[in-house]
């Protein structure tokens, strides 16, 4: 007999629309749960008017409540919705908030809590402690913690002695990432065909580390004149794009596939710091699914997720030791990486045997 299963988030996790084109683990967990034979909902709410919604994807049901104008009758719906689900669990994702909403909800209507974080959160406003503080007691009032890497399962476990973490990595989507014709690629993104690319894609910030980029590619240009850097995704305000670097904007998540493919490299950097070493860029596995060359700043999240392969780490804040990895992932062409890479399905068979796990009963007042 499956479990019912209650997962809410923000519309927007990562800043995509979960409900007009389904992504991460916030959608592929519930999904392969779904089709594994459990009861699955999700909830989400949105920052933006207007999109009050219901339907069904994947044999998940879902719900969207809008908090504007009215936060407090979105917030009423959502606990009306916990009331005619009854679910056995509630699991809160996508940031701190709903991971202490889960724990809330939970105690309230008699149903197992479970946190799932995929980032440090307290890095995102480092000056909020009162919100730190909540976030740390859900935390260790959980009667579950979903985590994804080892680093984060050491850092939110310190508030659950006893009681570790579960890690369910990251995982690319099911879908598109797959070697493609690069010259195809190339093409429908106006590229030339014989150019050669290092790219980037995610959060063009200062604070990920894209200056100590910016630097490595200009002295990797110094070796290879006719380099050329192509960023897509969110770009800061006040960051000023090198001389050769191409901004491709914040690419549709259909054309992400094509974009690596296009890449001769890519190049996911970050900072070893509270945010870096516990934030696992989903673009490295996407990239080496599609058979393309990639390198990593060192931190710990990172080391982690490339273990089988530690050549492709480079020292935190040293652009001359990039610049050289750049210029010599540029001439090794596409690879076939060994081993195995974490996929949803695998990831959904260890959550379900937690929930399952002797000690938990389905509803939590049972």
């Known amino acids: 007999m499956g479990l019912k299963l209650l997962f809410i988030c923000k519309r927007r996790p990562m800043g995509r629309d979960l409900i007009t084109g389904p992504y991460g683990r916030f959608f592929h967990l519930p999904r392969e749960l779904a089709a594994r034979g459990h009861d699955v909902e999700l909830d989400v709410l949105s920052y933006r008017a207007g999109e009050d919604a219901e339907g069904t994807i994947d044999r998940v049901r879902w719900q969207s409540h809008s908090l504007r104008p009215n936060p407090v009758r979105a917030w009423r719906r959502l606990v009306q919705r916990v009331d005619a689900a009854a679910p056995d669990w509630i699991v809160g994702c996508s940031d701190t908030y709903f991971g202490i909403a889960a724990v809330a909800l939970a105690r309230r209507h008699g149903a197992r809590a479970l946190v799932d974080a995929y980032d440090n959160y307290e890095a995102y406003l480092p000056w909020c402690t ?163 060359p990639v390198l990593a700043t060192r931190t710990a999240s990172t080391a982690w997720m490339l273990a089988g392969h530690p050549e492709l780490l480079v020292p935190p804040g040293d652009p001359a030791a990039l610049a050289t990895a750049i210029v010599g992932a540029c001439a090794q062409g596409r690879i076939v990486y060994g081993g195995e890479r974490p996929d949803w399905a695998a990831n959904a068979a260890a959550l379900e045997a937690a929930l399952n796990a002797p000690g938990f009963s389905r509803r939590a007042g049972s």
């Open 130 to 292: 009162p919100l730190h503080a909540l976030w740390r007691r859900a935390v260790a009032a959980a009667d579950l913690v979903t985590v994804a890497g080892p680093s984060l399962a050491t850092l939110l476990g310190a508030a659950r002695p006893g009681r570790a973490p579960l890690v369910l990595p990251m995982a690319p989507d099911p879908a598109g990432f797959v070697l493609l014709d690069r010259y195809r690629s190339r093409a429908r993104l106006g590229l030339a065909p014989d150019g050669l690319y290092a790219g980037y894609s995610g959060s063009i910030a200062r604070s990920r580390g894209i200056e100590v980029l910016f630097e490595a590619f200009r002295l990797a240009r110094e070796q290879r004149p006719g380099l050329e850097l192509l960023l897509s995704g969110r770009l800061e305000r006040g960051v000023v794009l090198p001389r050769g670097a191409r901004y491709l904007g914040y690419v549709p998540a259909a054309l992400v596939p094509v974009v690596l493919n296009s890449f001769d490299v890519m190049v996911a950097v970050n900072e070893d710091s509270a945010f870096g070493n516990y934030s696992f860029p989903i673009k490295l596995y996407e990239a080496m699914n599609c058979g393309v």
